[in-house]
């Protein structure tokens, strides 16, 4: 591997952030980043923690934001389940289909924001 | 009751009326630009066919109840609100479900009704998060990169080895939605950026900077909770 004097320490930073994530899919920025940790102390280093709370904080928020549905819940879209599978069972004739486009423009100083939204709406009986 | 059978955001596109002078400007906007996929073909349903698809939907979508309700708990940030947008999601999922393709990520199609779900009926602010600010995160990030002094890294382990039960909860609840959901299939549901992307209806760039902007705030939470313990005063 040649030294590459364009690849710095604040390229480095940025690219280890993607490496931990296994995000780095580009083989040659794989190798120029491996190459720099090998040979800056302080990047290795920052590697080396940046890896380690990266998988403390993947430990604490998988032990604290992995709740059970309650049993209730379950309950309730099974029944919700069968009652839509009933109303489609005892449909005819034809159905009511709603399409909805919207465009929502933002313009903040010199930057024009456009988002469109999409959605198409089936109507069903009400549920009894 | 109306069913919401396909449902989409487009991604946002950026104009720029003026050229800004950044490289990474142009670069991220033609990203943001790019093509828009829609799934909303309304397929026809008989009769013979809605108990199996009932059957086939029990089978195979009741399973991931509780990573749904862990997720629309992210969301919503309450019990109650959560139930009910996991049974709108799943009412949503079972009326679309034979327009999903089997061999698919089953989970991965539930998330992103649940997040369109929340965005049309439950988010109090209807307006979407600012993209254009997480971009401009994604620049600041880059060239605020500096090395972390050795007493910066010893009081974070400090602050990380002495976490208490509840406080990343407690901080991934604090730190604004944007950031939190992208926290939260990364490093909970270990997706990488791309199906995150398809999740949150994002460009891949977006998910990295908002990802590694709500991972810093977490961070620095966690850091603040401690210090008002007496923990980690070395640094930070």
Not at chain 2, 18 to 24: D, F, H, T
Request: with cysteine; charged share 25%.
């Amino acid at each position: 591997m040649t030294y590459d004097p364009l690849f710095n320490c604040v390229r480095a930073l940025h690219d280890l952030l993607l490496y931990i994530d296994n995000e780095l899919a580009d083989l040659n920025e794989r190798l120029a980043l491996e190459n720099h940790l090998a040979t800056c102390q302080p990047c290795h280093s920052e590697m080396e923690h940046e890896k380690a709370v990266v998988l403390h904080l993947k430990q604490a928020l998988s032990k604290e934001c992995q709740e059970s549905a309650p049993s209730e819940l379950n309950n309730r879209i099974a029944e919700q389940t069968a009652a839509l599978a009933a109303q489609m069972n005892a449909m005819s004739g034809p159905q009511i289909i709603t399409e909805i486009r919207t465009t929502e423009t933002t313009i903040i100083g010199d930057t024009v924001i456009e988002i469109e939204t999409h959605e198409i709406r089936r109507d069903f009986p009400p549920l009894n | 009751m109306a069913v919401i059978l396909g449902s989409s955001i487009g991604k946002p596109s950026i104009k720029l009326k003026v050229n800004l002078g950044q490289a990474s400007f142009n670069k991220r906007s033609e990203q943001m630009s790019g093509e828009i996929e829609v799934k909303s073909k309304a397929g026809a349903l008989t009769k013979a066919n809605a108990a199996d698809l009932a059957a086939r939907f029990n089978a195979e979508a009741m399973q991931y109840t509780s990573q749904l309700y862990s997720a629309a708990l992210r969301y919503t940030k309450n019990p109650h609100d959560a139930q009910d947008l996991v049974q709108d999601t799943y009412a949503k999922a079972f009326t679309s479900f034979h327009q999903f393709e089997p061999g698919t990520n089953l989970k991965a199609w539930l998330y992103r009704i649940l997040t369109t779900t929340f965005i049309n009926n439950y988010r109090k602010d209807q307006r979407r998060p600012q993209v254009s600010d997480a971009e401009v995160e994604d620049w600041q990030l880059y060239a605020a990169a500096s090395h972390t002094s050795d007493q910066g890294k010893s009081a974070e382990d400090e602050v990380l080895e002495n976490l208490p039960d509840g406080d990343v909860k407690k901080a991934l609840h604090e730190i604004p939605e944007e950031f939190r959901l992208a926290v939260y299939y990364a490093d909970v549901e270990g997706y990488p950026y791309k199906e995150i992307a398809e999740i949150l209806n994002i460009p891949s760039g977006t998910v990295m900077s908002r990802l590694h902007r709500g991972r810093k705030l977490l961070r620095e939470l966690l850091a603040d909770y401690a210090k008002s313990r007496g923990i980690g005063k070395a640094g930070l």
